[in-house]
């Protein structure tokens, strides 16, 4: 079974930097994709960031040029450098791992708030 856990969340003013980490635990699969996504209060969750395995990288338009998505795979960590954080990031931020047969593993998410 396996289990992710996101950890790094927290309060932040506006311009500041966080990072994400997503810890691995259980049983190894191979993963196809890897990525995070956020929910807002009264919203939908979307899509921030993705690796697609091995090292394709995707972004939303809001956080290019500021998130950078990265993964160890020695580690089964995959990590979210958040800078020039504004207030519309604020959300939950969840973990998502792809492996083979399109099975999907969600975290439980970390709460990330940027003040003004």
């Known amino acids: 079974q396996v289990q992710l856990v996101e950890s790094g969340g927290g309060l932040v003013q506006s311009g500041g930097s966080l990072t994400l980490s997503c810890a691995q635990s259980?049983?190894?699969?191979?993963?196809?994709?890897m990525g995070w996504y956020r929910q807002a209060p009264g919203k939908e969750r979307e899509l921030v960031a993705t690796?697609?395995?091995?090292?394709?990288?995707n972004y939303a338009d809001s956080v290019k040029g500021r998130f950078t998505i990265s993964r160890d795979s020695a580690k089964d960590t995959m990590y979210l450098l958040m800078n020039s954080l504004k207030p519309e990031d604020t959300a939950v931020y969840y973990c998502?791992?792809?492996?083979?047969?399109?099975?999907?593993?969600w975290g439980q998410g970390t709460q990330v708030t940027v003040s003004s």
């Open positions: 690796i697609n395995v091995p090292d394709r990288t």
């Open positions: 998502h791992v792809v492996v083979h047969g399109g099975i999907d593993y």
């Open positions: 259980g049983r190894l699969f191979t993963i196809y994709a």
